[in-house]
C-alpha cells in the first residue's frame, strides 16, 4: 500500500525554466510534508517542508505547496539550475509520531 | 559540524553469508534511524532508536536482521543471513528528538549486493 505516491519517475527541464514535481498521499491524517533531494553516492539531503496548516512555503528558489482537499503536494523549482539535477523526494508524517513515509521519487534532469 | 557517518560505503557478499554496517550519528542527536532502500523506491524505515532505546522496529525482518545502539550514540545493523532480496542501500539517519516535525538527517549510505 502505497500512500505516498510520484507518479511521474523522470523529469528534463530546461536551465532558467520552472521545475514542477508532484506527490499524491492517500492517508487524510498526514500532516507535515517534507522534500528531500538526493545526489549519486550521496544520502537524501532535507530540501524544505510544509505543516497542513499552510498552503505555501518558500525557500529561496524553492516552494512547496499543499492541497489538502486534492491530497496533493507540489515542489517549484524557479529559476531551475543544473546543479538542481538529482533524485527528489517527498515524505509524510503524523504530528505526534516520527515516522516519514517517502515516495518512490523522481529524477529531475536540469538542461543546460 | 560533521554529518551523519557510514561505513562501509559499498558491500559485496553471497547470500547466507553475513554483513554489519556502522553509523556514527551527528552529535548530541538522540534519535537514530535506519532505512533500507531498494533500487526505485523511496526510503523504508526499518528501526528507530531514541538514545539506547528502540522506539519501533515493526518493520524490521528480525528473523536476519538485528540492529543496537549500546551507549547511545553509534549504531550498528547486522543482518545474517543475507538473502538476494536484501541488495539494497541501507540508510541512517539522526535528528535531535525523533519528532515528526524535527529533520531527519541523512548519510551516505552503504550499498549492499548480495549475490
Known amino acids: 500500500d502505497q500512500q505516498v505516491k510520484q507518479n511521474s519517475p523522470s523529469l528534463s527541464v530546461q536551465e532558467g525554466r520552472i521545475s514542477i514535481l508532484n506527490c499524491d498521499y492517500t492517508n487524510s491524517m498526514f500532516d507535515y510534508f517534507l522534500w528531500y533531494k538526493k545526489y549519486p553516492a550521496e544520502g537524501p539531503t532535507f530540501l524544505i517542508s510544509i505543516s497542513s496548516i499552510k498552503d505555501k512555503n518558500e525557500d529561496g528558489r524553492f516552494t512547496v505547496f499543499l492541497n489538502k482537499s486534492a491530497k496533493h503536494l507540489s515542489l517549484h523549482i524557479v529559476p531551475s539550475q543544473p546543479g538542481d539535477s538529482a533524485v527528489y523526494f517527498c515524505?509524510?508524517?503524523?504530528?505526534?509520531?516520527?515516522?516519514?513515509?517517502f515516495g518512490t521519487g523522481t529524477r529531475l534532469k536540469v538542461l543546460a | 559540524e560533521a554529518g551523519v557517518a557510514q561505513s562501509p560505503r559499498y558491500k559485496i557478499i553471497e547470500k547466507r553469508q553475513s554483513v554489519a554496517f556502522w553509523c556514527n550519528p551527528i552529535?548530541?542527536?538522540?534519535?537514530l534511524y535506519w532505512y533500507q532502500q531498494i533500487l526505485g523506491q523511496g526510503p523504508k524505515l526499518l528501526i528507530q532508536?531514541?538514545?539506547?532505546?528502540?522506539?519501533?522496529d515493526s518493520q524490521l525482518p528480525k528473523d536476519r536482521f538485528s540492529a543496537e545502539r549500546l551507549k547511545g550514540v553509534d549504531s550498528t545493523l547486522k543482518i545474517q543471513p543475507a538473502k538476494l532480496e536484501d541488495s539494497a542501500v541501507y540508510l541512517c539517519?539522526?535528528?535531535?528528538?525523533?519528532?515528526?516535525?524535527?529533520?531527519?538527517?541523512f548519510g551516505p549510505g552503504t550499498r549492499l549486493t548480495v549475490l
Open positions: 515524505a509524510a508524517s503524523i504530528r505526534g509520531t516520527y515516522k516519514y513515509i
Open positions: 532508536f531514541q538514545n539506547n532505546g528502540v522506539v519501533d
Open positions: 539517519a539522526s535528528s535531535w528528538d525523533g519528532g515528526s516535525t524535527d529533520t531527519q538527517y
Open positions: 552529535s548530541g542527536h538522540a534519535t
